[in-house]
């Protein structure tokens, strides 16, 4: 099982309008791609927030073949999607990792 995860840190200008397009419209909109079994956005805590707030994007997928597939096909419109509807106000990095140990 891997992650693929997308830490965005928002200025706070935009995080209320940020944080409602993301639950409404994009993570359904790359969850529909079918490629990744499920996610979760979590907020940073206890991290300095002065000039904007973060957030971890997580999705799970089931295979590197799978991920390559999103990669491929999807990962550059949904960057776009994101980037050019937000641009100059967020910074993000993404990761690729691979889960080592799980449980419940």
């Known amino acids: 099982m891997l992650l693929y995860n ?28 079918g490629v ?3 996610y979760k956005l979590s907020r940073l805590l206890g991290v300095d927030e002065s000039d904007g707030i973060t957030y971890a994007l997580q999705f799970t997928v089931s295979s590197r073949p799978a991920f390559d597939i999103y ?3 999807y990962a550059y419109a949904h960057q776009q999607m994101h980037d050019l509807r937000y ?17 419940a």
Not at 89 to 100: A, D, E, G, M, Q
């Open 71 to 73: 990669q491929e096909k």
């Open 6 to 33: 997308i830490t965005n840190k928002i200025d706070h200008t935009i995080h209320d309008e940020w944080l409602g397009w993301m639950q409404q419209a994009y993570i359904p909109h790359v969850m529909e791609a």
């Open 87 to 103: 641009k100059g106000s967020f910074v993000t990095f993404r990761s690729l990792l691979s889960v080592v140990d799980h449980g």
């Open 36 to 38: 990744f079994e499920d």
